[in-house]
């Protein structure tokens, strides 16, 4: 059977991790390796990492970029899930990914995203983050949408094949924010880009910090200079809420 590591890249997530292992525990099946790729985090997420049994390492530089390329390189799987401490899957992700993994036609999938918190599901915030999945690769890259290349973003907890990430120099290190962006750019390139339909739910806690008319904004300016090639001014317009 095809092996699959679930990669965590975390910085300072010591409130993300008690529910995150939670839901690495109700995976059925579970995952042959999940492997946490630390950042420098100051606070407890490599000791609670450890001590839930996760396999830890400490990436060479900061930025998530970097992590998820070191944590591939690293990684035993030959299929790779890139999962956000803050995103829940379903009891049968595994299973799911090592399905949509044996069409050779498929580069690249995700999950759908769901942002849920203690009120219930956002699902203005829900909703318009599917939209950009398809009208911003139509916007902005028009010639590659027509060849069946979308937008998959962090929280949809993204799955590919190992080699092909590899074979096609994996994230850009530069970019601080939608360091996915040209992975699926790349891969897309390799093969159809998809989201499954079935959730990954991701928590709230940008909306709640920022509020819900402002969260929206910020994620429609950095999509938008994403699309004018400002990649590398993203991270000024994203605060940090951890």
Known sequence: MTKLTILIPALNE???????????RALSPPPDEILLVDGG???????????????????????????????????????????????????????????????PA????????????????????????????????LIARPHLFLRGFRLLYGDHAM?????????????????????????CIRLSRLGCVRMVARWADTSDRRISEWGRWRANWIYFKVAALWALGQTRRLSDHYPDIR
Request: glycine share 8%; hydrophobic share 45%.
């Open 159 to 183: 799955f590919f094949r190992r080699a092909q990430f590899l074979a096609v120099g994996g994230c850009d290190i530069d970019a601080q924010v939608l360091e996915e962006a040209e992975l």
């Open 106 to 137: 498929l580069a690249l999938a995700s999950f759908t995203p769901r942002y849920i918190g203690p009120n219930g599901v956002r699902w203005g915030s829900t909703i318009n983050n599917w939209c950009k999945t398809w009208y911003l690769p």
């Open 14 to 24: 010591e409130r993300a991790l008690p529910a995150l292992i939670d839901g690495l």
């Open 41 to 103: 985090s100051e606070d407890r997420t490599v000791e609670l990492a450890q001590a839930a049994g996760l396999r830890t390492i400490r990436a060479p530089a900061r930025g998530r970029a970097m992590q998820i390329n070191f944590g591939v390189t690293q990684a035993d799987g030959d299929i790779i899930c890139v999962l956000h401490a803050d995103t829940r899957l379903v009891p049968d992700a595994v299973a799911i990914m090592r399905d949509r993994m044996a069409d």
